[in-house]
């Protein structure tokens, strides 16, 4: 299997990336980046950043997260759709959350109630839910320091 690698999001990869927002369930989920996000990512202040995950040199899924006030991070994992189903998203996921890890107290991850691919992802990789906002949205959080 090729070697899994996370880095900072570059501009340029929106080209290898843009068509998974094509996607029908994609697009239900999350929204496309735009100048806006662009700008957000950017931001050298804004406590928000965004990696891209490789395998080999082919994008497999992108990941933004943003650093909340008390040492844990909101993440948001978008995984390439010809993608879905053979375990990428969890490769993924646990790759970033054992090198967040390093810097951080938990993460959290915000899913709608329908969105099963997310609740399964979140699921398998120990998240815990906490709580359900009026819109629908779980919130579940992971411990990163915690022993299994």
Known sequence: MPLLRLRRFDPLDIDACAHWFDDTETARWVPAPDKDWFDYISDPDGGAVAEIATLGNVPVALIQYDVEG????????????????????????????????????????????????????????????????????????RLLRETP
């Open 70 to 141: 008390d040492n844990g991070i909101s993440l948001l994992i978008t995984v390439d759709p010809a993608r879905r189903g053979q375990g990428v998203g969890w490769r993924v996921l646990d790759a970033f959350l054992h090198r967040a890890a390093e810097r951080f107290e938990y993460a959290d991850a915000y899913v709608a109630h329908e969105n099963a691919t997310a609740l399964a992802l979140v699921r398998h990789c120990r998240f815990r839910p906490l709580a359900t906002d009026a819109e629908g949205f779980i919130q579940f959080r």
